[in-house]
């Protein structure tokens, strides 16, 4: 099921976190060949991976099963215009990119339409990731598994329809930056009241999830069963704020 060869076009933090995650489930990454326009990145890749094989030449990576394009929205047309023609059916192209369509890909590959794509989370790193893929008719069954089965390795697998993506964007991948300067705050707020790192770590761990939990259940009914709330006079403006600052997030994802 596994892929013989599987190329990186961009070699950042979502490569980092994917590699990560790999090597934990003691995948060879000697399968594995990256090209990024920054060799810095490229030699910080090949430092932390050294059985990665890094290129220089963007058309490289062509010679391999799966193409992972790990770039931002506004180079993806261009870096598809440099592959196209080096592109045969052997090959499945796997985007990463928020806002890049199957559709707007398959047209500026002239239709070549082996074409996945996916929203890593960054929770990969541990192999507890929530990774979304959507798929294009083109791919079968069997391709489609070994795509999945990549994925499963380093967490779980949505399989979902490719209009909800951005929608996981916004409340998967992003979900982490609007809790994690929280934490940060109560690791300080406890080393400063007595606390040893340790304490207020084994706190977090320990509460975090089950009170996730108890949410799920009961939603907003568990507040009655908590009697102080420090932040209950800011409660509003914060809502206000995830709420404004994520829709528009969404909406430029899906313009």
Known sequence: ??????????????????????????????KISAYDCNM????????????VKITDAVEKVCN???????????VVMETLEKIKS?????????????????S??????????RIARCNPNLTSIINKGYNPICFSDELNDNERERIISLFDMIGKTAIIKEETLEVYAVI?????????????????????????????KNILKEVIPPALDIFLMYRMEAYNLI???????????????????ITETYRNLRN
């Open 104 to 113: 707007q890909i398959k047209e500026k590959l002239g239709g070549f339409g």
């Open 172 to 200: 998967s991948a992003m979900l982490p930056t609007y809790f994690w300067f929280m934490w940060d705050e109560l690791l300080k707020l406890g080393e400063q009241f007595g606390l040893d790192d340790n304490e207020t």
């Open 40 to 51: 810095e990145v490229l030699n910080n890749i090949s430092a932390r991976f050294p059985s």
């Open 64 to 74: 391999t099963d799966l193409i992972i394009l790990a770039i931002h929205p506004p």
């Open 227 to 245: 009697p102080a709330r420090p932040l209950k006079d800011e409660e509003e403006k914060i809502r206000e704020i995830i709420r404004t600052k």
């Open 86 to 102: 080096c592109l045969s059916d052997k090959n499945i192209i796997l985007s990463l990119a928020p806002k890049i369509k199957i």
């Open 1 to 30: 099921m596994s892929f013989e060869k599987i190329g990186f076009i961009g070699a950042g933090r979502i490569v980092r976190v994917i590699l990560e995650g790999l090597n934990n489930r003691n995948f060879k990454l000697e």
